[in-house]
């Protein structure tokens, strides 16, 4: 089994990192032939405009949309990789590109100036202990449907959910020690 990160754009080397430290295969998708390979597919933090400007002329987005509606690919977006996973963009550009995959709505940057970059703790669904949490401008879902699980909240609103093969977090796991979060989604990869 094979977990690839996304490479367009973004925090994608933290993210490899991790992953080789799980212990599980790796690979950066670029194009559509790296992505074939993997079951599981992380896009990372960076700037949700641009990756999904990206994705568009890669001719990524349609593959990426299929294999995870068809359930061949498990999907873990994090903070800009959030945006670009949510059904619906509040306060987005007029064409900001998005996959659409996950019942929820986003909020952009939803911290605002105040609280653009912070660390806090947080409890995860079924973590036996809290996690450092970092955010860097970071989304918040301000709306979920009923098929979505949520898995941590901050006192603003939800920071982690799951949908199915669907996983997305406001906050970036790569940037602490900590390696629950990719543990959890690589469970969510093994059963793809
Ligand atoms: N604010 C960025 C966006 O909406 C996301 C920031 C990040 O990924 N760290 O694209």
Redesign the pocket.
């Known amino acids: 089994m094979i977990v690839g990160v996304l490479s367009v754009q973004?925090?994608v080397s933290e993210h490899l990192k991790h992953l080789e430290r799980c212990a599980v295969e790796t690979a950066a998708v670029k194009n559509i032939e790296s992505l074939n390979k993997v079951s599981g597919l992380i896009i990372?933090?960076?700037?949700?405009?641009?990756?999904g400007k990206l994705l568009d002329i890669f001719g990524l987005a349609e593959e990426i949309r299929s294999r995870s509606l068809q359930g061949s690919l498990a999907i873990f977006g994090?903070?800009?990789?959030?945006?670009l996973m949510a059904r619906e963009i509040m306060d987005?550009i007029k064409e900001q590109p998005k996959l659409a995959l996950m019942d929820i709505s986003v909020q952009?940057?939803a911290f605002g100036r105040q609280r653009e970059s912070f660390e806090t703790e947080l409890e995860f669904y079924s973590f036996d202990s809290s996690l450092t949490a970092v955010?860097?401008?970071?989304?918040l879902i301000a709306k979920s449907g009923p098929g979505v699980k949520v898995l941590a909240r901050v006192p603003e609103g939800i920071v982690a959910a799951r949908q199915g093969n669907l996983l997305t977090t406001s906050f970036?796991p790569e940037l602490t020690d900590d390696l629950r979060v990719h543990q959890y989604f690589i469970e969510m990869c093994q059963n793809i």
Not at 44 to 51: A, D, H, K, N
Not at 78 to 83: L, P, R, S
């Open positions: 973004g925090a990372p933090g960076g700037e949700s405009t641009t990756i994090t903070c800009a990789g959030m945006v987005g952009r940057n955010f860097i401008r970071a989304p970036h």
